[in-house]
């Protein structure tokens, strides 16, 4: 029998019978249970006789928490009866086999008490939503209550019909009765006056993909027997009958398997033509289950030779491999870092392990995926959160039966169960798309890699032609092993670097420069040599503000302390961080003015700009904007890949690691924005921007051409950026770090403060550092607002605490900031304050 999730139990089942017993005994079994609930403490279920036969760590249970039933998954199982309450009972076991490896509750574990977050957070994280059962109220009608209505009201009347002929309804099926979406009253009274009960009920929300398969009865097989049926039909005139089957013949010839749709297709029929002939029991009609992703035949073919500084680089890697667990490849832009990463994948998959190859954005993965399809086929996969639920389950399946060798994702791959993780690549290691800012976890991918890995016994391979200044003080204090790829693929020289002096250029309107002569001049020089041009700048939409001339005000969102961005296709002003969009401002609030100017300049402007001075070249732009849809980014990339783009502006997505072949001059149009931003890494991340874009150009033949157009042109990072010397950025660099005591020589972890009232929020934050100002007073920063003090109506403090590297003193910490958080918020005045932990915050 089943119970009301529709998961089978045996009919011998305490639970089937309801007589379930639950009173203490000798061997008592309890589990505890990780549920998708922020709980400081997983709770704790009792497991009755029935299913303990079956029941494992990882394995998914149903079970019910003040009402509400929820699909949770076993952590540990022990005969401790709890002290202090009575815990109840397991409703069902939902999975034969553990839905999540060991190794996997080890990385929820520990990144739940690394990043001060709870299990079920991170479990939240890491199921796909379609595994993770969701709870749904039913409606069941009392039949006691007969068929007399008349004492109803209208709403409750409609239910209470609809009730009477289906005997179940479903919430949203109460909601479609009624056309409303607040149908609680109505419930509440029907309730109330015994019309009907109401329960929770799991719910599957995973449903495999069907698809009608179509084969010809045995009997034709033979060719004689066929031939006759051909000959009948002919002379009986049945001309859609003769076409569907001789469709389905060519398609069974030239496809091998035929399914209802592509026979549809092909010979123009319906599907009652088709049932016809079923029914004549002519052909056969066959539901299978197929999958969402179609799949390649799983081949490795690899078509490249390594050149001799690759091959040193490879064989080096792998004797680090030898020695150390985690290796940084420092290869410069351009040198051929996918391709060791691919001869390593070979070697891995050929030993039967499994490898999961990161990338700190989706927007990285279209180009890469095409070649690692190219050269390993059906062996990878693809994972990121673009998928909807159903293919992220059966992708996890497929990962975790060992089918699928090769994962390619973004920071969430990280949680996928794999059955033998033998190697993790962190491509773009230094990228901060890494870390996870909302919700929590707020976890780094890239450290939780390196213990991930440690746990499975995999190697961790970090790759960047511009480390993190943690990652490459590592390397040099030995921790990890450092292996330098020094030369471009092919010889090939790195790009000459020119800085253009903006402040030397006046435009008429005195506003800033946007396309200057150089970089004009220099865009033609490309153009007619039949190459493309990429240029960067760090700011989508149109113009960041506008502001009032007369008076100087400037219009700001009413949810957040930030100007708003006019985005000129959409004719809207917007804001950035709450994505609120207001119409433009064409009167001042201030003085009543219409007369306004636009200051700075996004993507938007300068593709704009672009299409003005280069009217017959053809210009795209890539930037959150322009590629929101699940394939948008694969299909420009295409188009730039096939040279039907010249010149394309965009914003960070086209710096990351993306490989273009006739690229000669990249344009890094506003430096200073990127330069004068208000973070300790300010220079880190300047170079790493500057860096990673100039390494666009001339990745193939020719020398490339950087222009960056910058005011302070004596900047030390333009120096290292022209020297293209990272070395000395580090030199510089972690000197600063030292004498601040900022990473790599301390811990931080970020306090933010959140609330409606700015002075709740102050006062919280006070208090925080009251409390831990005793212990640790020095390394305390705070509190104080943020640059951007207020988003989404929610005003922001933070507190910044940078710790020594003593994991018995931090850990005391985290231990001391959990516990001061519940006493601040067991206060009535503070209760509704958010307070957020973010451990190695960036």
């Known amino acids: 029998m089943s119970n009301k999730t529709g998961h089978t139990i045996s009919s011998n089942s305490p639970v089937a019978e309801g007589t379930l017993n639950f009173e203490p005994g000798i061997a008592d079994l309890y589990a505890q249970v990780i549920i998708p609930l922020a709980l400081p403490i997983n709770y704790t279920w009792f497991v009755p006789v029935a299913f303990r036969l079956n029941l494992h760590r990882g394995s998914r249970v149903e079970v019910e928490l ?12 022990h005969n401790n009866k709890p002290q202090g309450f ?21 990385l929820w574990v520990w990144m739940a008490e690394y990043y001060m977050c709870s299990e079920g957070e991170v479990m939240q994280a890491a199921l796909p939503s379609h595994l993770k059962l969701s709870s749904e109220s039913i409606l069941t009608f009392n039949e006691e209550y007969g068929d007399d209505f008349t004492d109803l009201g209208d709403e409750e009347y409609l239910v209470a019909e609809a009730l009477l002929l289906k005997k179940e309804l479903k919430l949203s099926e109460v909601q479609q009765v009624l056309d409303a979406t607040h149908v609680y009253p109505v419930i509440k009274k029907l309730v ?14 995973y449903q495999s ?13 033979n060719e004689e027997n066929l031939a006759k049926l051909l000959n009948e039909w002919s002379k009986n005139k049945a001309p859609k009958q003769l076409e569907l089957l001789l469709s389905y013949l060519h398609l069974i010839k030239t496809e091998g398997v035929v399914t209802q749709t ?17 029914d004549k029991n002519i052909l056969r009609l066959e539901k299978r289950s197929v999958d969402r992703l179609p799949s390649m035949p799983k081949d490795v073919m690899i078509d490249f030779e390594l050149s001799e500084a690759q091959l040193l680089a490879a064989d080096d890697v792998l004797q680090v491999f030898t020695e150390k667990a985690v290796c940084l490849l420092k290869g410069v832009t351009a040198s051929g870092k996918t391709q060791i990463y691919i001869k390593l994948i070979e070697q891995y998959i050929k030993s039967g392990k499994q490898v999961l190859y990161m990338l700190p954005e989706i927007a990285l993965t279209a180009q890469i995926v095409r070649r690692l399809q190219k050269h390993f086929g059906g062996y990878i996969a693809i994972y990121h959160s673009k998928f ?15 089918e699928t060798k090769v994962v390619l994702g973004a920071r969430s791959s990280l949680f996928l169960p794999f059955k033998d993780l033998g190697l993790i690549i962190a491509d773009e290691e230094h990228d901060p798309s890494y870390k996870q800012q909302e919700p929590a976890p707020r976890y780094y991918a890239r450290d939780a890699a390196i213990y991930y890995a440690g746990i499975c016994s995999a190697k961790v391979l970090l790759g960047s032609a511009t480390p993190s200044l943690e990652s490459y003080y590592n390397a040099m204090q030995g921790k990890y092993g450092l292996v330098n790829l020094t030369e471009r693929y092919g010889n090939v020289q790195m790009p000459l670097i020119e800085l253009v002096d903006v402040k030397r250029i006046i435009t008429k309107d005195k506003s800033k420069v946007i396309i200057s002569p150089q970089l004009q001049d220099a865009i033609t020089e490309s153009l007619a040599k039949e190459k493309q041009v990429i240029l960067f700048q760090n700011r989508r939409g149109y113009s960041p503000y506008q502001i009032c001339a007369v008076c100087g005000w400037i219009p700001k969102c009413e949810n957040c302390d930030v100007t708003l961005t006019y985005h000129k296709a959409k004719n809207k002003l917007q804001c950035h961080y709450c994505s609120t969009s207001y119409p433009v401002v064409l009167t001042c609030a201030a003085c009543g003015s219409h007369n306004f100017t636009q200051r700075n300049f996004g993507t938007e402007r300068i593709e704009e700009a672009i299409t003005e001075a280069f009217p017959n070249a053809k210009v795209a732009r890539m930037d959150y904007d322009s590629v929101k849809g699940k394939h948008d980014h694969d299909a420009l990339i295409k188009l730039f890949e096939q040279k039907r783009i010249d010149i394309l502006a965009g914003t960070q997505m086209v710096v990351k690691g993306l490989d273009f072949e006739h690229v000669d001059l990249v344009g890094i149009v506003d430096a200073d924005g990127i330069l004068n931003f208000t973070d300790f890494r300010v220079n880190e991340r300047s170079y790493q921007l500057m860096e990673q874009v100039s390494g666009r150009a001339g990745r193939r033949d020719e020398r490339g051409k950087v222009l960056i157009q910058v005011s302070n042109t004596l900047h030390p990072v333009l120096q290292f950026v022209q020297q293209h010397s990272y070395e000395n950025l580090y030199a510089f660099e972690i000197e600063n770090r030292k004498a601040f005591f900022y990473p790599p020589f301390s811990r931080l972890i970020q306090l933010s ?50 710790l020594p590297k003593d994991g018995t003193l931090i850990a005391q910490c985290k231990k001391d900031i959990l516990y001061y958080t519940a006493t601040i918020q067991s206060n009535k005045l503070y209760r509704m304050v958010n307070i957020i932990p973010d451990v190695d915050n960036i």
């Not at 592509?262 to 079923?278: D, F, H, R």
């Open 66 to 77: 003040k009402n509400k039933r929820y699909s949770g998954i076993i952590k540990t199982l």
């Open 86 to 106: 009575v815990p109840k009972p397991i409703i069902n076991v939902l999975d034969a086999e553990p839905m999540v490896y060991e190794t996997q509750l080890a």
């Open 209 to 221: 993909k069907m698809e009608v398969y179509i084969s010809l009865v045995p009997e034709f097989h």
């Open 262 to 278: 592509s026979l549809l297709k092909k010979s123009g029929a319906t599907s009652a033509q088709l049932k016809g002939l079923a």
């Open 192 to 205: 109330e006056k015994k019309v009907c009960m109401v329960w929770e009920a799991l719910n599957q929300k």
């Open 388 to 402: 909807n639920a159903n293919e992220r389950v059966e992708i996890w399946n497929k990962i975790k039966s060992g």
């Open 753 to 802: 403060f959140k609330h409606k009232e700015k002075h709740l929020a102050e006062e919280a934050a006070n208090l925080m550092e009251r409390f831990l100002s005793p212990k640790y007073a020095a390394y305390i920063t705070g509190p104080a607002e943020p640059v951007v003090n207020r988003v989404r109506n929610q005003y922001i403090m933070e507190i910044l605490l940078k």
